[in-house]
């Protein structure tokens, strides 16, 4: 029984080392302590039962449910029963929770900071691994096989490319190891020498395996996308700040580690906004290329800003002190709003991109004011665009799908029944953000045609860059001046009321020139990556997902040119139905996780009591080696009782008891009706040591007495 | 290993008294006592076959006597006619009809002494009887009592006149059993006492309680594995060199029957490979028929069994 406790341990530290490793994918406050105390509810049931009988999947079950239990009472208290017990309340918000939580995953970017719907989802996973690995490692005493539901949790990071912290793994796989020798240990002493076909098989499937690893991986990894691993981070060794978002449109985003790269301090990320370090005009159709200078303005003292300041009235002045870790590039970071900035020596303020640039390298400190203008939707909505501009800022790249994309964003912005610049802009914008549309992917799909763009319209699955630059060209089809501003995102503000941002606060974002104002941002890239958009383009209240999926589908650039016919085929009749699906399916999945688990129940039923026969045959032919010592006719064609007859004679009366109870448990075991109770393994085994004891001191004494003679 | 429901104990107990009261009768010859037991119970026929005065009628006579109802006796010899057996219609005047006078087949244990003697007509009217429990005389038939049992005997050294029965109507018998010479101390017993004490007359199985043993042992249960086993060494006598004819599945049929019956009287309400060892002689020695040069070599068909027993696995 002890063995199986251990063992039991053994699963318990395989899991949740198991499980740790998802905190690269959703930072453990949300979901660690929770589910420590669900699985800790699972194993304290399980052993509980499973000291109390020999049945191989009750313990699991019941383990089970008191774990559906603990996550009710955890994540669903208020829907629950006495807080506990789940009622078909608590079903429907957890049917409720798991799209929410997985339209989270698919437009966040990993590590999710919020979602009880994920915490829920990991939580749950985790009881289920859990569940199986201890049914098939203690339970059906089949411990490889417990290593089948961990390695569940390991894909899941590892597939999406996150690092894993070796810890994890060591602890892991030596969990796993110390449950197979565990469950292993008595199997071994009656385990026969393998024969010479069973080593050549194995070796030729190791082999088979080598060359299939080999040949298989690279193919793999070859293959297109969505079976491509991308990765979400590298590794980078030094934590310079350069910046650089790739800025082709059919480049994957490759992801920098979490290194700080930039502090401020003197005002909150959300007064700041982004900082912003250079800006692009010109675009091709695929890339921004960046242009030179310009005029130069060395300026102390004045206010830099690359337009006149006639039409807005500004606010009350704001000091920042920035200090960047490690400038690996000449530009400075600086708010996008009119600043004052104390330049450091060497320092040169280009106006027309808005950037400043410093021949300095290494970490550099800096002292920058900036004077926030007072936006809001109103005055915006009077204003006009900037007419006297470069007209790099009017030019749609000619692809052949700019018609298209004008189209689009004709039907777009009229569905909104937008009128001035300002509400096509939030129109164009909304769309983009849209969580029924656009979903925020790091990876790019291969090119369709020679417009970027145009794919990213049809494809939906983009980055900053890609949501930036379609509002940027869909805002000049239109006649706007826009540019693609290239920067940070204002950080997360830590102790002390320091700001930190990251590498991964990489950010890209439009820009659109006003008469009187200069240059606005706008954000299309969604909130799950860049935050909520600027207080003065609010997301419209009608941006409801059924409203705005109508709105979209018929707004899609279906009438466009045939080889690019976009694949959204919604039609408003489908929604309904779809929703009707979306809200049956958890149902559904449950069934048929049901009826998996009932399944698999009864197959380990089946298996255990195969085991438990084979296993108390194994012990049977154990001791007739060692009979046959004593001369014992220990034939295939003699029957336990007779070889039990023959022996008994030969040994004193403790083994031939032992004997006589093994041999009537191998023989109710093959010959008696339905499945019969068998003693249990420990009475077994000791009817098995006593059996084997007793014939060595037989055969030590006969020898001896040969000596002696 | 007694394991079993009250009832099964109460039937063991009744079983073992049966053995017991046989065993009072031959001396010495356990293992044949309980092997006629065993046949009773399975519904089965015994053929006796040995040399003469070693009591093969009196083992006939104990079992009759031991189990509550009829017996009949007939010795045969060769003029010897099957309604001598089965019985006859007589025609009666005073009422004009006929009457069918039962003969001495009518009983529950049917002794017949030196079957070998009577015609082969004869031999085989008895022999279908106890095939089908019933007998037809004049176009209507007559079922035979239950439980019903043929005990033959027969004489294998004196040849002459005689009709020995033919392997085929052989394997109508579900065992043969020799007695053979008593041991030493029995003998001695034996002419110390001036014979055995006769067998008591008071039977200690009621007919009822028969009936209820042998369905009993219809319920033993028979694993597949032990089918299997049954199945090969079947199957063992067909392919042995030394064999000419080998056991029909009747054989096979008849031998998971007495094994059923040795496990009831062993007590256990399930059959052992132990059980079939046990039986596998009885059962089938009688029915294989060597070949001519297994015969000259002197090989006996329970050598040959013994062999096959040895070379077959006992199944897990």
Redesign the interface.
């Given at each position: 029984m002890s063995r199986r406790l251990a063992a039991l341990a053994a699963v318990l530290a395989m899991t949740l080392s198991s499980a740790l490793i998802l905190q690269t994918l959703v930072v453990p406050s949300l979901w660690l302590g929770r589910t420590m105390l669900c699985v800790g509810v699972v194993a304290v049931v399980v052993t509980l039962i499973r000291t109390r009988t020999q049945s191989a999947g009750l313990p699991s079950l019941a383990g089970f449910a008191a774990g559906l239990l603990a996550i009710s009472a955890v994540y669903f208290p208020d829907e629950a029963l006495l807080r506990v017990l789940p009622t078909p309340a608590t079903i429907e918000a957890a049917a409720d929770a798991i799209p929410e939580a997985f339209a989270l995953m698919r437009t966040s970017f990993p590590p999710l900071t919020s979602g009880d719907g994920v915490a829920f989802l990991v939580t749950t996973g985790v009881v289920l691994v859990f569940v199986l690995a201890e049914m098939l490692g203690v339970g059906a005493f089949a411990p490889a096989w417990a290593g089948l539901p961990m390695l569940t949790l390991w894909a899941i990071p590892i597939l999406l490319g996150a690092a894993v912290s070796p810890a994890y793994l060591v602890a892991a796989a030596a969990s796993y190891v110390v449950l197979i020798a565990i469950q292993a240990r008595d199997d071994a002493r009656y385990r026969r020498r393998p024969t010479p076909q069973a080593v050549r098989t194995t070796t030729a499937l190791m082999a088979s395996a080598l060359v299939g690893a080999f040949v298989l991986a690279p193919m793999l990894l070859r293959m297109p996308v969505p079976l491509r691993v991308h990765p979400f981070y590298e590794l980078v060794g030094s934590s310079t700040t350069r910046l650089d978002l790739g800025l082709g449109l059919r480049d994957d985003l490759v992801r920098n580690n979490d290194a700080e790269l930039i502090t401020y301090t003197g005002a909150t990320p959300a007064q700041v906004g982004p900082l912003h370090a250079y800006t692009v005009e010109e675009f091709t159709g695929s890339d921004w290329v960046r242009g030179d200078g310009g005029e130069v303005l060395t300026s102390d003292g004045q206010i830099l800003w690359p337009a006149p300041l006639d039409g807005v009235a500004l606010g009350e002045q704001v000091d920042l002190e920035i200090n960047v870790a490690n400038l690996g590039q000449d530009r400075l970071l600086l708010p996008g709003e009119p600043r004052l900035l104390r330049l450091p020596a060497d320092v040169q303020y280009l106006p027309a991109s808005d950037e400043a640039v410093a021949h300095i390298g290494g970490e550099v400190s800096y002292d920058v004011s900036f004077l926030p203008r007072t936006l809001g939707s109103d005055a915006l909505s009077r204003l006009q665009l900037a007419t006297d501009v470069d007209p790099a800022l009017l030019q749609v790249p000619e692809t052949g799908y700019e018609s298209d994309i004008a189209e689009l964003t004709r039907e777009v912005v009229a569905e909104a029944g937008a009128e001035t610049p300002y509400q096509q802009l939030l129109a164009i914008q909304n769309y983009l953000r849209d969580p029924g549309e656009f979903i925020y992917s790091t990876s790019i799909a291969a090119p369709t045609t020679p417009d970027a763009v145009w794919d990213f319209l049809n494809d939906k699955h983009g980055y900053c860059v890609q949501f930036a630059t379609t509002m940027i060209v869909m805002a000049r089809t239109l006649g706007m001046p826009a540019r693609l501003a290239v920067g940070f995102l204002p950080g997360e503000e830590g102790a002390g009321g320091v700001v930190n941002v990251t590498a991964h606060d990489a950010h890209a974002w439009p820009q659109v020139q006003f008469e009187g104002i200069g240059w606005v941002r706008f954000e299309p890239t969604p909130g799950v990556q860049a935050g909520p958009p600027p207080v003065y383009a609010p997301e419209t209240p009608g941006a409801e997902p059924e409203p705005s999926s109508s709105t979209t589908s018929s707004a899609a650039p279906s009438e466009g040119v045939s080889t690019a016919t976009p694949r959204d085929s919604s039609t408003a009749g489908g929604t309904s139905a779809e929703d009707e699906q979306r809200r049956r399916s958890p149902w559904l999945v449950s069934l048929l996780v049901l009826v998996g688990l009932a399944g698999a129940a009864s197959a380990l039923a089946r298996r255990h009591a195969r085991l438990q026969q084979t296993d108390l045959h194994e012990r049977w032919d154990h001791v007739l080696r060692y009979l046959e010592r004593l001369g014992v006719d220990v034939a295939d064609s003699r029957t336990p009782r007779a070889i039990r007859d023959e022996a008994v004679a030969l040994l004193d009366d403790e083994a031939a008891a032992a004997l006589t109870g093994l041999a009537d448990a191998v023989e109710a075991a093959a010959y008696r009706p339905g499945i019969t109770s068998r003693p249990p393994d420990e009475q077994i085994d000791a009817w098995v040591d006593a059996v084997v004891e007793s014939v060595r001191q037989i055969v030590r004494e006969r020898s001896s007495a040969r000596v002696g003679v | 290993?007694t394991q079993g429901t009250p009832t099964a104990t109460t039937a063991a107990g009744r079983a073992q008294l049966l053995q017991d009261n046989l065993a009072r009768a031959v001396r010495g010859r356990r293992d044949v006592v309980r092997t006629a037991a065993a046949v009773f119970l399975a519904r089965g026929h015994l053929l006796l076959e040995d040399v003469p005065g070693v009591g093969k009628t009196t083992l006939a006579r104990a079992l009759a006597a031991s189990v509550e109802g009829t017996v009949g006796r007939v010795q045969f010899t060769p003029d010897l006619l099957p309604s001598d057996l089965t019985g006859v219609t007589i025609y009666r005047q005073e009422s004009g009809t006929f009457e069918f006078h039962p003969g001495p087949l009518f009983a529950t244990i049917v002794i017949g002494d030196e079957i070998n003697r009577a015609s082969p007509k004869t031999q085989s009217a008895l022999l279908e009887s106890m095939q089908e429990q019933q007998v037809t005389v004049d176009g209507t038939s007559y079922p035979l009592p239950e439980p019903f049992m043929v005990i033959a005997t027969q004489n294998p050294i004196e040849m002459e006149g005689t009709y020995p029965l033919p392997e085929a109507q052989r394997d109508r018998f579900m065992a043969q059993v020799s007695i053979g010479y008593p041991p030493a101390e029995n003998e001695l017993e034996l002419l110390a006492a001036g014979g055995w004490a006769p067998a008591q007359t008071q039977p200690v199985v009621t007919q009822n309680e028969a009936l209820e043993l042998i369905k009993q042992v219809d319920t033993v249960?028979v694993?597949d594995?032990?089918r299997q086993y049954v199945l090969a060494l079947v199957r063992a006598t067909r392919d042995h060199e030394a064999v000419e004819l080998g056991a029909s599945p009747r054989a096979g049929l008849q031998l998971v029957a007495l094994a059923r019956a040795t496990a009831a009287l062993s007590g256990r309400?399930?059959?052992?490979?132990?059980d079939v060892?046990e039986v596998l002689v009885a059962v089938l020695a009688h029915r294989l028929a060597l070949t001519r040069a297994a015969r000259s070599a002197g090989t006996a068909a329970a050598d040959v069994l013994s062999e096959i027993?040895?070379?077959?696995?006992?199944?897990?």
């Amino acid at each position: 029984m002890s063995r199986r406790l251990a063992a039991l341990a053994a699963v318990l530290a395989m899991t949740l080392s198991s499980a740790l490793i998802l905190q690269t994918l959703v930072v453990p406050s949300l979901w660690l302590g929770r589910t420590m105390l669900c699985v800790g509810v699972v194993a304290v049931v399980v052993t509980l039962i499973r000291t109390r009988t020999q049945s191989a999947g009750l313990p699991s079950l019941a383990g089970f449910a008191a774990g559906l239990l603990a996550i009710s009472a955890v994540y669903f208290p208020d829907e629950a029963l006495l807080r506990v017990l789940p009622t078909p309340a608590t079903i429907e918000a957890a049917a409720d929770a798991i799209p929410e939580a997985f339209a989270l995953m698919r437009t966040s970017f990993p590590p999710l900071t919020s979602g009880d719907g994920v915490a829920f989802l990991v939580t749950t996973g985790v009881v289920l691994v859990f569940v199986l690995a201890e049914m098939l490692g203690v339970g059906a005493f089949a411990p490889a096989w417990a290593g089948l539901p961990m390695l569940t949790l390991w894909a899941i990071p590892i597939l999406l490319g996150a690092a894993v912290s070796p810890a994890y793994l060591v602890a892991a796989a030596a969990s796993y190891v110390v449950l197979i020798a565990i469950q292993a240990r008595d199997d071994a002493r009656y385990r026969r020498r393998p024969t010479p076909q069973a080593v050549r098989t194995t070796t030729a499937l190791m082999a088979s395996a080598l060359v299939g690893a080999f040949v298989l991986a690279p193919m793999l990894l070859r293959m297109p996308v969505p079976l491509r691993v991308h990765p979400f981070y590298e590794l980078v060794g030094s934590s310079t700040t350069r910046l650089d978002l790739g800025l082709g449109l059919r480049d994957d985003l490759v992801r920098n580690n979490d290194a700080e790269l930039i502090t401020y301090t003197g005002a909150t990320p959300a007064q700041v906004g982004p900082l912003h370090a250079y800006t692009v005009e010109e675009f091709t159709g695929s890339d921004w290329v960046r242009g030179d200078g310009g005029e130069v303005l060395t300026s102390d003292g004045q206010i830099l800003w690359p337009a006149p300041l006639d039409g807005v009235a500004l606010g009350e002045q704001v000091d920042l002190e920035i200090n960047v870790a490690n400038l690996g590039q000449d530009r400075l970071l600086l708010p996008g709003e009119p600043r004052l900035l104390r330049l450091p020596a060497d320092v040169q303020y280009l106006p027309a991109s808005d950037e400043a640039v410093a021949h300095i390298g290494g970490e550099v400190s800096y002292d920058v004011s900036f004077l926030p203008r007072t936006l809001g939707s109103d005055a915006l909505s009077r204003l006009q665009l900037a007419t006297d501009v470069d007209p790099a800022l009017l030019q749609v790249p000619e692809t052949g799908y700019e018609s298209d994309i004008a189209e689009l964003t004709r039907e777009v912005v009229a569905e909104a029944g937008a009128e001035t610049p300002y509400q096509q802009l939030l129109a164009i914008q909304n769309y983009l953000r849209d969580p029924g549309e656009f979903i925020y992917s790091t990876s790019i799909a291969a090119p369709t045609t020679p417009d970027a763009v145009w794919d990213f319209l049809n494809d939906k699955h983009g980055y900053c860059v890609q949501f930036a630059t379609t509002m940027i060209v869909m805002a000049r089809t239109l006649g706007m001046p826009a540019r693609l501003a290239v920067g940070f995102l204002p950080g997360e503000e830590g102790a002390g009321g320091v700001v930190n941002v990251t590498a991964h606060d990489a950010h890209a974002w439009p820009q659109v020139q006003f008469e009187g104002i200069g240059w606005v941002r706008f954000e299309p890239t969604p909130g799950v990556q860049a935050g909520p958009p600027p207080v003065y383009a609010p997301e419209t209240p009608g941006a409801e997902p059924e409203p705005s999926s109508s709105t979209t589908s018929s707004a899609a650039p279906s009438e466009g040119v045939s080889t690019a016919t976009p694949r959204d085929s919604s039609t408003a009749g489908g929604t309904s139905a779809e929703d009707e699906q979306r809200r049956r399916s958890p149902w559904l999945v449950s069934l048929l996780v049901l009826v998996g688990l009932a399944g698999a129940a009864s197959a380990l039923a089946r298996r255990h009591a195969r085991l438990q026969q084979t296993d108390l045959h194994e012990r049977w032919d154990h001791v007739l080696r060692y009979l046959e010592r004593l001369g014992v006719d220990v034939a295939d064609s003699r029957t336990p009782r007779a070889i039990r007859d023959e022996a008994v004679a030969l040994l004193d009366d403790e083994a031939a008891a032992a004997l006589t109870g093994l041999a009537d448990a191998v023989e109710a075991a093959a010959y008696r009706p339905g499945i019969t109770s068998r003693p249990p393994d420990e009475q077994i085994d000791a009817w098995v040591d006593a059996v084997v004891e007793s014939v060595r001191q037989i055969v030590r004494e006969r020898s001896s007495a040969r000596v002696g003679v | 290993m007694t394991q079993g429901t009250p009832t099964a104990t109460t039937a063991a107990g009744r079983a073992q008294l049966l053995q017991d009261n046989l065993a009072r009768a031959v001396r010495g010859r356990r293992d044949v006592v309980r092997t006629a037991a065993a046949v009773f119970l399975a519904r089965g026929h015994l053929l006796l076959e040995d040399v003469p005065g070693v009591g093969k009628t009196t083992l006939a006579r104990a079992l009759a006597a031991s189990v509550e109802g009829t017996v009949g006796r007939v010795q045969f010899t060769p003029d010897l006619l099957p309604s001598d057996l089965t019985g006859v219609t007589i025609y009666r005047q005073e009422s004009g009809t006929f009457e069918f006078h039962p003969g001495p087949l009518f009983a529950t244990i049917v002794i017949g002494d030196e079957i070998n003697r009577a015609s082969p007509k004869t031999q085989s009217a008895l022999l279908e009887s106890m095939q089908e429990q019933q007998v037809t005389v004049d176009g209507t038939s007559y079922p035979l009592p239950e439980p019903f049992m043929v005990i033959a005997t027969q004489n294998p050294i004196e040849m002459e006149g005689t009709y020995p029965l033919p392997e085929a109507q052989r394997d109508r018998f579900m065992a043969q059993v020799s007695i053979g010479y008593p041991p030493a101390e029995n003998e001695l017993e034996l002419l110390a006492a001036g014979g055995w004490a006769p067998a008591q007359t008071q039977p200690v199985v009621t007919q009822n309680e028969a009936l209820e043993l042998i369905k009993q042992v219809d319920t033993v249960y028979v694993s597949d594995s032990v089918r299997q086993y049954v199945l090969a060494l079947v199957r063992a006598t067909r392919d042995h060199e030394a064999v000419e004819l080998g056991a029909s599945p009747r054989a096979g049929l008849q031998l998971v029957a007495l094994a059923r019956a040795t496990a009831a009287l062993s007590g256990r309400d399930y059959v052992l490979p132990d059980d079939v060892q046990e039986v596998l002689v009885a059962v089938l020695a009688h029915r294989l028929a060597l070949t001519r040069a297994a015969r000259s070599a002197g090989t006996a068909a329970a050598d040959v069994l013994s062999e096959i027993l040895s070379a077959t696995p006992v199944p897990r």
